[in-house]
């Protein structure tokens, strides 16, 4: 007998409980073969079996019908069927089986009865076992796997043709059990794939050349949602292929069936999938071909892409709005950039900015972007549209200053103001966060998309980012634009301050009493002489330069300032150019953020006390002249009327006596012509010193006016008929317009003298032909006096002279029309000793309008 060796056992035992042939099925091919043994050898019975140390399995067998192939096997069908029975095919190693397992080699008995392990035969077949002989069955690297055996009843004498041939069955047995092996092998192979597949994290999919699923593993359930039973057997687009990407499917397979390869074989691609219940999602995907047995399958591995996707697609949405933002010259433009790339990069489509209008009395859209070929006109159109506080997505926004996710509008429980434009337009999730400056929500951006898009955090954290940093370019922007504005009103305060004479400065007053210049004017020539070294204290500087007798002054203009009190003080001070000036300094201290800060004005006043010096000077000179012209007013005064009193007199006599030489008739034509001429000169020069005296009356304010209710009406008509004659004369049409009873309180001569000057002037103005009308009538408190005419008119910038004592106007002049210039100074003498005015204007066509205006009730005594 020989001793099993452990090792090899072991080893053995390992080999075929892997492969899995203790369990295998029958095998009619081996039964057929110990058919075939028996008969070549001459022996009633044959098996084929493996060998455990305790378990013998028959794979194949021959022998009498109804009999078991051995003691310790459970008997078999009935020959040459080689189905087992239900209950197995195990049974106790043969000992002689056993041996030959044990060491590789045959073993050839003629008379078991001569062998030590006789007892353990037992019987094969229900025969009583007389001889025996095995051969061992070894695997490709020699591995003894069991043995064919051959047994007769009785003994007998094997011979080599004997012992060669069954060697050659045993080869042949080796053959199948190989087989056998091999199909194990794979079965165990592709069990194990499929335990390793399983547990992979990425899908396994295998399709035919037809597009067939032929392997489905867990992953691929867990990630589309089909079971491998529901999936086994169909076409794969069906089950992952979106509806969009078929014809490109069909197009390769048919391609692949045609040439035999697929150009993808060995590549990793980007796709699109869809899962079960429609909804598609990007896979990256390494496909691998294989032919087996003539046949193309693909095996794919595909793995979820869209974490990746979503983490490229929120880093992207930040660095295009972070471009944005950056190329954005204005706050509008920055929100219209960053609204478009947003959604754009996002996928969603539509975004909107909302914008807190001033006094936060609405939100309005400022701007929208809606992606390119999709029609969203109902919902995103160009009107302006204004919400109020907590009204729509955007006003909730505003009214809660927080994020706002709506999962799907249309059927949202909030009262969304655009529902059924969204609904429309296939718009179902909307997305809302507030733009924020400190606490204050100065804006709102809002997201839509077509599809329902569950509450996502990391979506929601992107976009707070994104309004974060709107906001703060917002902020930005404001700070930018302050500074700017700052400096613009720093160079037009330069600018304009450059144009003045004045010094303006500003100082600081630091904690340790320190004077620090914050502002100073560009040019200080024309202050200090010169330009001011830098950062100079200027109350220092010119506390060293200031005149001596202005510094007590000074002291105290500074001791205001460091009260807090408001001062100004004018000295004298030496700039470095040697000059010595006059500087009026105006100065305010104020506090601000707890500094103290002095603001002040100094002003060159040199030349305003030079002017002082001299108007003084000229006002003593101007009061001397004042003095000396009154006294000469004075003098002509009395000589105007020492002359007036002195030469009425002689006018008075001369015209007497020509009265009396007209009244003789001792006078010739000739003489009488000489008297006319007298008596009318001396009338003339009766009538100017009448008006010599008369104003020189006035003037004093010793006219005498004997003011009584009278009718204006009677009065201007007498005025009109006594100057008939002389309109007639010249051919002049004289005109009344008279209202009735016009009641006037004034004095009636010097009223009429009023009257017959300006009848008169319009008179000897007009040419033959003319018109001069007179009107009076009542308005209001006044009465009004007008008399026009159209003669040769004055020229416009003379009116303001025409009242004027001794003034013709240049037309009088031209015309030839004697006069002196008195008679409208008289009147508006008479006219404003009544408390009334005159004045003159043009008459439109030409001609002069002169109004006269007097009080209806006497004016009240003072």
Known sequence: MTALDPARVSQRLRALRTMGLFDASPAPSLDRLARLAARLLDVPAATVSLIDHDRQTVLGSAGPPGTPPSAGAPPRGPAGTAEPPEEGRDGTPCPFCEDVTASGTPLALDDIRDSPRRGGAGAVHGLEVATHAAFPLRTADGEVLGSLSLVGTRPRQWSPEHLRTAADLAAAAESEIALLLSRSEALLSAARLGTILDRTPDAFVSIDADGVVTAWNAAAERLFGWTPEEARGRDVADLIIPERFRRAHYRGLRRVRESGRSAMAGRRMELVAMDRDGREFPIEMTLQVDAECGETVFHAFLHDTSARHRAEMLRETQYAVARALADAVSTEQAAADTVAATTEALGWACGEYWRVGPGETGITRVCSWSRPGLDLSAFTDDRPITLRRGQGLPGLVWDTGKDVWIRDMPTDPHDFVRREAARECGLHTGAGLPVTSGRRVFGVLTFFARTVEEPDEDLISVLDGICAHLGRYKERRRAEKLTEALDASRRHLDRIIAQLSDFVWTLEVTAGHRIVPVYTSPDSTGIYGGPLPPGVDILTLIRKHIHPDDLAAFE??????????????????????????????????????????????????????????????????????????????????????????????PIGAIRGYIEMLKDSSGLDDEQLMFADVIDRKSAHLQRLVDDLLDLARLDAGHISLDARPLSLTELAQQAVDDHRPAADAKKLTLDADLTWRVPVHADPVRLRQVLDNLLSNAIRYTPAGGTVTLTAEREGGSAVISVSDTGIGVPAEQYPQLFDRFFRASTALESGVKGTGLGLAITRAIVEAHGGTIDASPRPGGGTVFTVRLPVESPPKT
């Open 556 to 649: 105290t203009y500074r001791a205001a300032l460091a009260s807090g009190e408001p001062a100004e003080v004018e000295y004298r001070a030496t700039g470095s150019d040697g000059v010595v000036r006059w500087l009026w300094t105006r100065a305010i201290p104020r506090f601000e953020g707890g500094r103290l800060f002095i603001d002040g004005i100094t002003t060159n006043v040199t030349e305003r006390h030079q002017l002082d010096e001299e108007r003084e000077r000229l006002l003593v000179q101007e009061q001397e002249q004042v003095r000396r012209l009154r006294d000469l007013d004075r003098m002509k005064d009395e000589l105007v009327a020492v002359v007036s009193h002195e030469l009425r007199t």
